[in-house]
């Protein structure tokens, strides 16, 4: 099994040369999800926020436009300069850009009215740090709002979570909505609300997004194909014929706040 270090290292080259496909991945950039998670964020124009692992900063562009102060961060430097350019074209000047480790941010207790973080700790090797850390940095009554990728308990999720692994070697691991609620409360944050939505992606952008080489996406296309009922558990497929067009997963929402 890879360290730590070594999982990290991976995230950061993998996207290291991504940061553009990210700002513009349709994706990334809107659907019900990033609304949902706005609206429960509860900004208010006084509200300082951080986004952690903005990718490529579409959650802080939103927090941007609500909020007083915007902290994005994330741990691969290409990104956060990715990020960085969408947002000071947009004119937001109220978004300072952080390099930081998900695990160990570089921030003091209890500054943050408002944390979140949207379809990136599948990414993290440590998620009950992420979720500690988090926690730490929420002042008394901050909203935390998580999206990510969940799958069933089981034999489902761990096929799925192979798939992913083979489109991208840096993902770790989805985790079940239990595990994530479970994290929540043992981190002490009070857990309020937990949503689900089915998120479309359009199979050759996904794959090509994470520099996937054009040979093996038959391959690809074949596990989720032919992956029968624990794949059908997690995914729904859209195909013309023998080819896969598109797929749909879940993503879930959690909010929670601190006491």
Known sequence: MSSDSE????????????????????GHAAGDDLVRMIELAETDANAVALDIATGGGHVAKELALRCGQVVASDLTQQMLDAARSFI??????????????AESLPFADAIFDIVTCRIAPHHFP??????DESA????????????????PPGNPGIRYNEFEK????????????????????????????????RKRHIFRDWALRA?????????L????????S?????????????QLIAFSDQKSLFLARKP
């Open 221 to 228: 296309a074949r596990l989720l194909i032919e992956g029968g």
């Open 166 to 197: 083979v489109r991208d070697p840096s993902h770790v691991r989805s985790l079940t909505v239990d595990e994530w609620s479970s994290l929540i409360e043992d981190a002490g944050l009070i857990l309020e609300k937990v949503e689900q939505f």
């Open 88 to 101: 000071t074209e947009l004119g937001l000047n109220n978004v300072h850009f952080e390099l930081a480790d």
């Open 230 to 242: 624990e794949m059908e558990a997690v995914v729904d497929i859209e195909r013309e014929g023998e």
């Open 7 to 26: 999982i990290k290292a991976l995230v950061q080259s993998q996207f290291g040369g991504s940061g553009d496909a990210y700002v513009t991945s349709p």
């Open 126 to 131: 440590n998620p009950d740090r992420f979720i």
């Open 136 to 151: 730490r940095v929420l002042r008394a009554g901050g909203r935390f709002v998580l999206i990510d990728t969940t799958v």
């Open 211 to 219: 520099r996937l080489p054009e040979a093996q996406l038959p391959g």
